[in-house]
């Protein structure tokens, strides 16, 4: 190996055994090939090892301290440079921990429904019944599907599987049209035959057939051929209106909510009244009842209530509104109307981000002097870190290097020492290493 080549590197470290012993893995930037390894990481081994390599004038590094001491000591002048993409990932790991601290697991939004029941389970209802004819149902599927919500988000406003909602994407109106005839040709027939039953049971019981030979006879229970007799069946098919047990009990559920009383007393109250069911099938009807009863202002001087995860502020940091599921632009002005620091704590990310992809380093020092006056526990650690490596993630700033090259080349040593896991020394791994680095 001609240790004078390489002027351009990343350094990473990663684990012979997770916790306990760790290597150092070099990367050449300009050849993207895997320069040498060691079995360590402790500054004055790597140190020592570095001098080998004299004409290296960058590294790229994670924040690692002892890489940078290990660095200033064999290369003194050489430029060190501070990966972006750790950076981003501490200071939104640092940011996602005062969040979930300052805020509360579920955020109460007060006054405010969805338009469509979109994205809650507490306002979910069975939007799918509201619809008469399937095929209308089925062109508001491929309209939600189209806005840019996933099949996760449509299945909650819709209630229906996603194997249902494959099927609804997929066809056209030629086929729901061919399909519908065809169910509708085997529900005729089925009806058919349904009546000539009924026709063969009436008539063998006026010739003088008692009920059980001719239950005998056409394979039927002794029940449904009463029924038939009695005129009481006929073949058509009827639309089941049957009411829910709940519902017996909304004006109870009602009274009790305009007492102030809470769900889970509501529960054990209209069960002492004969409701039999589980929690868990109230749990799931209360949102229904509940919407119903704001719309028809049936609850006194109560206003809707929904619970939204703190998680989705967190999501923020890392996506577009648009692109977080069970959210909107509307409910987030809701949240920063009661929590108004929030736009504050979000866009300081966004400033971050943005002085590594405008390069504007003279940003740099106003966002440090911003982001210390907020004076957070969680923040303060993170500026701590930045100060004590500044030059390096300034030269990050400028540079347009990362050391994405190190994470991919560790994954690759890491494949290659599970098919050699306990059979081999770290000089075997080494070899077979960059063997295959140089002979592909």
């Known amino acids: 190996m001609d240790y004078s080549i390489p002027t351009v590197v990343c350094i990473d470290d990663f684990a012979l055994k997770k916790r306990h012993t760790y290597g150092t893995i070099l990367i050449d930037m300009e050849t993207r090939k895997i320069i040498d390894l060691i079995e360590s990481r402790e500054v004055e081994i790597v140190s020592e090892w570095l001098k080998k390599f004299k004409n290296i004038k960058i590294f790229n590094r994670d924040g690692s301290q002892s890489y ?85 988000s449509i299945g909650k406003i819709f209630n229906i599987q996603y194997r249902t909602i494959r099927r609804y994407l997929e066809i056209t109106k030629e086929e729901f049209i061919k399909v519908k005839s065809k169910n509708n040709k085997i529900s005729l027939d089925k009806q058919y035959k349904k009546q000539i039953l009924i026709t063969e049971v009436k008539k063998m019981y006026k010739n003088g057939a008692n009920k059980s030979s001719i239950a005998r006879e056409f394979k039927i229970d002794y029940r449904t051929v009463t029924s038939y007799i009695n005129g009481n069946t006929t073949a058509e098919r009827k639309p089941c209106n049957k009411k829910r047990l709940i519902d017996y009990f909304k004006l109870d559920i009602i009274k009790l909510l305009n007492e102030n009383n809470k769900k889970e007393d509501i529960y054990n109250k209209i069960k002492e009244k004969g409701f039999n069911q589980s929690f868990r099938t109230f749990r799931y009807y209360f949102p229904e009842i509940l919407k119903e009863a704001y719309e028809n202002k049936e609850l006194e001087n109560k206003k809707p209530t929904i619970k939204i995860k703190s998680n989705k502020i967190v ?101 290659l020492k599970r098919t050699m896991y306990g059979k081999a020394s770290f000089e075997t791994l080494k070899r077979k290493l960059l063997w295959c680095e140089y002979n592909k």
């Not at 979109?118 to 491929?142: G, P, R, S």
Request: positive net charge; glycine residues 2%.
């Open 315 to 415: 999501s923020l940091m890392y996506r577009c509104i648009d692109k977080i599921s069970d959210f909107s632009m509307e409910l987030y002005n809701k949240i920063i109307q009661k929590y108004e620091w929030i736009p504050q704590i979000l866009n300081l990310v966004k400033e971050f981000k943005e002085l590594f992809q405008n390069k504007n380093l003279k940003k740099f020092d106003i966002w440090l002097e911003k982001a210390f006056k907020l004076n957070l526990k969680e923040l303060n650690s993170f500026i701590n870190g930045i100060k004590r490596d500044k030059t390096a993630i300034e030269n990050a700033i400028i540079f347009r290097f990362t050391n994405g090259l190190a994470e991919g080349s560790v994954n690759k040593l890491k494949t």
């Open 68 to 152: 940078a001491r290990a660095i200033s000591q064999s290369h003194p002048s050489a430029v060190q440079i501070s990966d972006y993409f750790h950076l981003v990932k501490n200071l939104c790991d640092y940011i996602k921990e005062y969040l979930m601290r300052k805020l509360p697991k579920l955020i109460e939004i007060d006054g405010f429904f969805y338009e469509n029941q979109i994205l809650t389970n507490q306002l979910l209802i069975k939007t799918k019944y509201k619809y008469d004819d399937e095929w209308e149902l089925i062109e508001k599927v491929k309209k939600f599907y189209e806005d840019g919500n996933n099949y996760s």
